[in-house]
């Protein structure tokens, strides 16, 4: 069984998590707060210390989501890296579908709303 594809997102599989390896073990070092330093005195330098591709020291640079998942980027690495910034999960998800933040917290509700009536069986047509 393959994974089915969802247009615009890509399948993180094995081969796409060997692709972003690098960055993702960049974006984990990210945890400890002399490596955050060390980031931020020098972006560059802290990404070749990792072996970032060009691809990928793109996607860091331009602080854009669907670039850093392009590169191989897992969101839940991501997040650390967001984390410098301020930012956190949602922030991200809604950068990705082109939301405002509060938008894309309002759709997670609707969504929750929704599978907790489907659940409690109010909802059957689903």
Do not use: W
Request: charged fraction near 20%; hydrophobic fraction near 40%.
């Amino acid at each position: 069984m393959s994974a089915k594809p969802i247009p615009g997102t890509p399948v993180f599989t094995g081969a796409y998590a060997m692709r972003g390896y690098a960055l993702n073990k960049m974006c984990f070092s990210l945890n400890a707060p002399e490596n955050r330093a060390a980031f931020k005195a020098d972006e560059d330098a802290y990404c070749a210390k990792y072996g970032l591709t060009p691809q990928q020291r793109e996607a860091i640079r331009s602080r854009t989501v669907a670039k850093l998942i392009e590169a191989g980027g897992n969101v839940y690495y991501l997040a650390k890296f967001a984390g410098i910034f301020g930012l956190n999960v949602q922030d991200l998800g809604a950068q990705q579908t082109g939301l405002t933040v509060d938008e894309f917290k309002a759709r997670l509700q609707a969504y929750s709303v929704h599978n907790e009536d489907v659940k409690a069986g109010r909802l059957t047509n689903v």
